[in-house]
């Protein structure tokens, strides 16, 4: 139902009439889906520019029982920002850093930052916040909290959520907690932030929160390696963590066809070697300490590797240009499957021992169901985080590929469940992947989160339906 010209006008009242948009010309930016897959609609977009105005909106949303769907930087990709009527609320305007804290490591900030943002103004006080995606130029904090986003350094410094100190939410019914501390121990009680982190704005908005930083890398080094065999990916990154500990950030796995298509469709992309690989594998090292040998160290892990007939060739980035090309070779994957046809997608994770078996398992499963299907399997190998990427055959028609999404969906998650891993390792559940949870997770697992939705959000106003089916009482 649309809204009446009653509520808007109290929208507008409390926002003033910048911060609401009805027009659809206005609404469009916030309604469009990052995969164009989904339809998404609403009657209005807000953009409150405090917790205090947040508040407001949704005391008035719930006092009508006008659904509210939460927005960052709309790069989700699962979906969870669709909306079904009601509201948008955009954080976009909470954009400020609140605090840097460097004695105490901690930063404070608004929901609606930048992630890029949040990374710099870490490094201008010589800081690093770890969290680093291929979105990170438009996703905003809030966003990365509410999927408890991975991206590459996770093999390193942990998810978003190993990232978070404290979180200052506005529940479902406009009240604010505010649990800010920024302490390393608090042992009161149930740790209510975690609750929110990877909620998808299903339980409240995320309105600022106190993230972790760390010593700022003084020293890098960025290597692709080629491979022949799959089996030796596992292999190499056992060697190197043997060998340089945690100094090793990234350990990123790319399948041939991946570089393929990134050098065809990506301007400026270009491959590092002289010849192809099967396989490839982008690893970073980092350490605080400017004089740290990591050069020597992984060129000797390396040195090894080669020797025992892991790898085939590698390539050293030597300049900043260097290493920003090669990890562009990584990023640029999903816009160059997107060129290619039509893609069908799974972020899916297993046990890291189990990860090559999996890419194997699934490979031989589509190949067999579809010959000519072309497997871009990429990601980050080392936390057992494959994006497991499906290209249509060549010169199959693109729409009659995506709608066989489900039937892959099946044969892949099958696999992944069969092998204990997650079919969902850190885009979320959203929209997307809802009625797979439904079947995949435990009835108790169902029941807990119902029970946890329905304590938080009873009138089920908050981001409905998505992560699963939910209806109020
Ligand atoms: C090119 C590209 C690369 C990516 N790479 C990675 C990657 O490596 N790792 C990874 O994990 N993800 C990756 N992603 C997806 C990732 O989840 C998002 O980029 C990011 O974390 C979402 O942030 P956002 O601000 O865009 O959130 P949005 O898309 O705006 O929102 C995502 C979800 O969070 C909710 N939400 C947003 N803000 C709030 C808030 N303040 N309070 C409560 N709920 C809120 C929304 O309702 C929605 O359900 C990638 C996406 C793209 C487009």
């Known amino acids: 139902m649309p809204l009446s010209n009653a509520f808007a006008e109290k929208l507008t009242a409390i926002v003033g009439s910048g911060g609401v948009l009805t027009d659809a010309a206005d609404r469009a930016p916030y309604e469009a889906e990052e995969r164009g897959l989904m ?142 501390g920024g302490l390393r121990k608090d042992n009161t009680g149930y740790d209510l932030k975690h609750l929110f982190i990877g909620a998808e704005g299903t339980l409240g908005i995320i309105t600022k929160a106190v993230l972790k930083l760390y010593p700022l890398p003084r020293a890098k080094v960025t290597v692709m390696a080629g491979l022949s065999d799959l089996n030796n990916i596992l292999a190499l990154f056992d060697r190197v963590r043997a060998a340089c500990g945690d100094r090793l950030t990234a350990f990123e796995m790319i399948a041939e066809i991946g570089l393929d298509l990134v050098v065809r469709h990506i301007p400026d992309s270009t491959d590092p070697f002289a010849e192809r690989h099967p396989w490839y594998v982008l690893l970073e090292l980092t350490s605080p300490r400017s004089g740290d040998n990591l050069r020597g160290d992984i060129e000797a892990a390396l040195g090894d590797a080669l020797e025992a007939g892991e790898i085939a060739d590698a390539v050293f980035a030597e300049s900043e240009a260097q290493t920003a090309a090669l990890w562009k070779l990584r990023e640029e994957i999903p816009a160059a499957q997107s060129r290619e046809g039509g893609s069908i997608k799974h972020d899916v994770s297993v046990p890291v021992s189990s990860a090559c078996a999996l890419v194997a398992r699934a490979t031989a499963a589509v190949e067999a169901e579809m010959p000519g299907i072309r497997v871009c399997a990429f990601g980050h190998m080392g936390d057992g985080n494959i994006h497991f990427n499906l290209t249509q055959p060549e010169g199959m028609d693109k729409q009659a590929f995506i709608g066989r999404w489900g039937d892959f969906n099946t044969i892949v998650h099958d696999i992944v469940i069969a092998m204990g891993g997650s079919i969902s390792a850190e885009h979320g559940i959203g929209l997307v992947k809802r009625d797979e949870l439904g079947h995949y997770a435990s009835a108790i697992e169902l029941e807990m989160m119902r029970v946890i939705k329905r304590a938080f959000d009873p009138d089920n106003i908050m981001n409905p339906g998505k992560i699963f089916e939910f209806e109020a009482p």
């Open 39 to 180: 339809d998404s609609n609403c009657d209005a977009v807000v953009r409150p520019g405090d917790t205090e105005t947040l508040a407001e909106i949704v005391k008035l949303c719930a006092a009508g029982k006008v659904p509210m769907v939460a927005m960052g930087g709309n790069t989700g990709l699962v979906g969870g920002g669709v909306a079904d009527g009601g509201v948008i609320i955009s954080t976009e305007r909470l954009n400020k850093i609140i605090k840097v804290d460097a004695l105490n490591h901690t930063m404070t900030v608004e929901a609606g930052c930048i992630l890029a943002d949040i990374q710099d103004a870490a490094e201008a006080k010589d800081c690093l916040f770890p969290l680093s995606l291929g979105a990170e130029g438009s996703c905003r904090i809030g966003g990365n909290l509410s999927t408890n986003a991975g991206g590459v350094g996770v093999l390193r410094y942990g998810n978003t959520r190993d990232l978070v100190l404290g979180l200052e939410v506005v529940l479902a019914d406009g009240r604010v907690w505010s649990g800010l």
